[in-house]
């Protein structure tokens, strides 16, 4: 059983930053791929970032030069940093874990229960 518990959502001032965290218990390995997503009101979940075993990353075109994804595989643990941040980044964001990009992708794998990013103007 994996369990994923994200961290560091707040509302903050737009041009501001935050950082999430995502802690992993159980069995994540360092195998595993692992990803932010976020969803708005009225608006379909999208991939924010993910980072790979290997450390490919992918960014989603609309934070590209904004965020930052990065893992620890000895703490188990996933970031985003988030800079410049937009109102249009409001929105609950989710960590995800699984065996690959496409297992993410699908909305398979775990997820977190997400937390809250609210950006005012």
């Known amino acids: 059983q994996v369990r994923l518990v994200e961290s560091g959502g707040g509302l903050v001032q737009a041009g501001s930053s935050l950082t999430l965290s995502c802690v992993g218990a159980?069995?994540?390995?360092?195998?595993?791929?692992l990803g932010w997503y976020r969803q708005a009101p009225g608006k379909q979940r999208e991939m924010v970032a993910i980072i790979t075993s290997r450390g490919s990353l992918t960014y989603a075109e609309s934070v590209k030069g904004r965020f930052t994804v990065s893992r620890d595989n000895a703490k188990k643990t996933v970031y985003l940093q988030m800079n410049s941040l937009k109102p249009e980044d409001t929105a609950v964001y989710y960590c995800?874990?699984?065996?690959?990009?496409?297992?993410?992708?699908?909305?398979?794998?775990?997820w977190g229960q997400g937390t809250q990013v609210s950006v005012s103007s």
């Open positions: 995800a874990a699984g065996p690959n990009v496409q297992t993410l992708q699908l909305g398979r794998g775990n």
């Open positions: 159980g069995h994540i390995g360092s195998l595993y791929a």
